[in-house]
């Protein structure tokens, strides 16, 4: 099993920065996948980005690319979302998430830990 505790998050203007964090425990840690969802009321979880193990294979969702940066320190086991550029339209609930992930996969149902996620306002 693999416990993901979130941190970070808050209220920022738009066009402002926040970094969300997440520390993962467990026996398997080592090997796993780490990457962030983010919902809303009513809205389907949507991928936000991924890392793998190494740190060498990292992808985004589309609507993030470009504006967020995700890296990961595996000695302090932990997973990190830098988000620039903030617009109203991600304010959602962030939720890490974890799991061995075929590389490349935006799909919830591949990513088996998860968080209990963090709130990010966006204001306008």
Known sequence: QVQLKESGGGLVQAGGSLSVSCVASGRTVNSITMGWFRQTPGKEREFVAAVSWS?????????????FTIYRDNAQNTVNLQMNSLKPEDTADYYCAAGWVPYGSRAEGDFRFWGQGTQVT???
């Open 122 to 124: 966006v204001s306008s």
């Open 55 to 67: 740190g060498g294979q990292i992808y985004y969702g589309d609507s993030t690319e470009g504006r």
